[in-house]
């Protein structure tokens, strides 16, 4: 006897009870002629109203089967499997937490899931980091192995329960006090989160490295670049620590041969990370910087005009900024520098009344024209603009 299951747009949904009744006497009937199941008080219609209600267990299962594949409806066995299919463990919301401090050899690797404890309680490292050349690690967030809320005073949480190699010497200490949790987190919430957590897109590893990047103290966002290159990936980052920078390239790029270097001298960085028993090499490279001088020469097609000393003073600063957020390897753009001017001076000297407008930029101390045919000032690819407070000097003309 086969009977198919109700799907709906809501999802599958229980056989009524006389649907499958009515399958049930009809296959029966089919192999026994002139059987009858309908009389009653008979051993047969006995039988046949068991059977019913054991088909309708059976096929509540195959409806609670089904509905366990997705968040919405899983049970919360399944439900907790799928929340470690996200990395995201029953508790993780709710659970007691602090963050730790790991200090030992300069490039090792914290990697996530790395337990620690205070003699009772026991922690588990969530993102994982890399010592700086300090020797220190940047604080890293801990959540307590089993639900519950108690205090983590300061400087308690300073026992290392995962192995650590012979050879090297590593501590802990929680520098803080940590945070007390709310109690067992409910099924419901974890739906919630787990419901969350699906909903989150992949995004190729230039953004996903980019995010990682901009996590660590000291990195300048406009300094980041992440360039394909004929073979594998340039990355470039300026700012940070070394050790940290590496580590988060170690943790977010998959292959680690595909990174390549600067082909100029003096400019990567080669670190050493240690992932006991292994080391590996990180390269990046680290740009460098290219000093920008600028005349702005202007004028206005007022007669006796008398606020030329605060366009120069509005003007300028506007523009330092503007150089000084270009990102890495991109260009000056000479329109937007006349948008920027405009824009800052509108309050004494209107769009419609600059008559003329020009610039003289120099690099490194070399007079730079834009390229034939267009408003652009090229960049090294590897390197960024910087300009000094006093470094645009704005006139009338």
């Known amino acids: 006897m086969s009977i198919p299951l109700d799907m709906t747009s809501a999802g599958p949904v229980p056989t ?3 649907t499958l009744q009515t399958n049930l006497i009809e296959g029966v009937a089919a192999t026994n002629p002139d059987y009858t199941a309908n009389l009653p008080g008979t051993l ?4 046949s109203s068991t059977d019913v209600g054991a088909l309708v267990t059976m096929d509540q299962a195959r409806v609670d089967a089904v509905n366990n594949v997705t968040p919405y409806a899983a049970n919360p066995y399944v439900l907790a499997q799928l929340g470690i299919q996200f990395g995201i463990p029953q508790g993780l919301a709710t659970n007691t937490s602090v963050y730790v401090v790991f200090t030992g050899p300069a490039g090792y690797v914290i990697p996530a899931g790395f337990i620690v404890s205070d003699g009772t309680y026991q922690y588990v490292i969530q993102d994982g980091g890399v010592l700086a050349a300090s020797g220190n690690s940047s604080s890293l967030y801990a959540i307590a192995s089993q639900s519950g809320s108690w205090a983590v005073p300061a400087n308690t949480v300073n026992q290392i329960v995962t192995s650590v190699p012979t050879g090297y010497t590593l501590t802990v200490n929680n520098p803080y006090a940590g945070t007390s949790g709310s109690g067992a987190q409910s099924v419901e919430d974890y739906r919630s989160q787990i ?3 699906g909903k989150a897109a992949a995004q190729g590893l230039p953004d996903f490295l980019r995010t990682q990047l901009q996590k660590i103290s000291g990195v300048v966002p406009r300094l980041i670049s992440i360039l394909q290159t004929t073979n594998g990936w340039e990355i470039i980052c300026g700012g940070g620590d070394s050790n940290q920078v590496a580590g988060a390239i170690y943790n977010s790029v998959i292959d680690l041969s595909i990174l390549y270097g600067s082909a100029t001298n003096g400019r990567n960085i080669l670190v050493s ?14 740009p460098p910087q290219q000093v920008v001088t600028a005349t702005v020469t202007w004028n206005t097609n007022l007669t006796n005009f008398t606020a030329s000393s605060q366009v120069n003073q509005l003007a300028a600063p506007a523009l330092v900024s503007y150089i000084n957020g270009i990102i890495v390897g991109q260009p ?4 937007a520098m006349t948008d920027i001017f405009a824009t800052a001076v509108s309050s004494v000297l209107p769009l419609a009344n600059i008559s003329s407008l020009t610039y003289s930029v120099s690099i490194n101390g070399t007079v730079t024209p834009p390229s034939a045919g267009t408003q652009l000032i090229p960049s090294d690819p590897e390197s960024y603009f910087y300009s000094a407070d ?3 000097t704005v006139v009338q003309g």
């Open 195 to 197: 419901l969350v957590a």
């Open 332 to 335: 000056i753009n000479e329109n």
């Open 273 to 286: 990370l240690i992932n006991p028993p292994d080391v590996y090499e990180i390269v990046y490279v680290n």
């Open 44 to 47: 047969i219609e006995d039988i």
């Open 390 to 392: 006093n470094g645009i």
């Open 16 to 18: 009524p009870p006389s």
